[in-house]
């Protein structure tokens, strides 16, 4: 388990070096769904980040109220055991 501000460092230095990552996005009874793109603004106070693909804003994703886990290159997001969110870099990029 990581503290939120080791992930959100992780983020922004995502963004700064505009590093191209592929998210994971898993929900209870809902198909994965996998968006390889950028993190274009990062916001702590909202708890959100919003990502886009190389053609077009995906929109923002809530990272709040969740759990964190730092690996090498990925950053798990998990809330409730019911949703998970895993960035990673996209070294295929």
Known sequence: ??????????????????????????????????????????????EQIEFSTVDREFGMLDVGEADFSI???RVVVSRKDAEWLVFEVDLEE
Not at 24 to 45: A, F, H, N, P, Y
């Open 71 to 73: 690996e090498d290159n």
């Open 1 to 46: 388990m990581a503290s939120s501000s080791e992930a959100y460092s992780m983020f922004e230095t995502w963004k700064n070096l505009n590093t191209p990552l592929r998210v994971t996005i898993m929900e209870c009874d809902k198909s994965e769904i996998v968006v390889s793109g950028r993190i274009d603004v990062l916001d702590k106070e909202s």
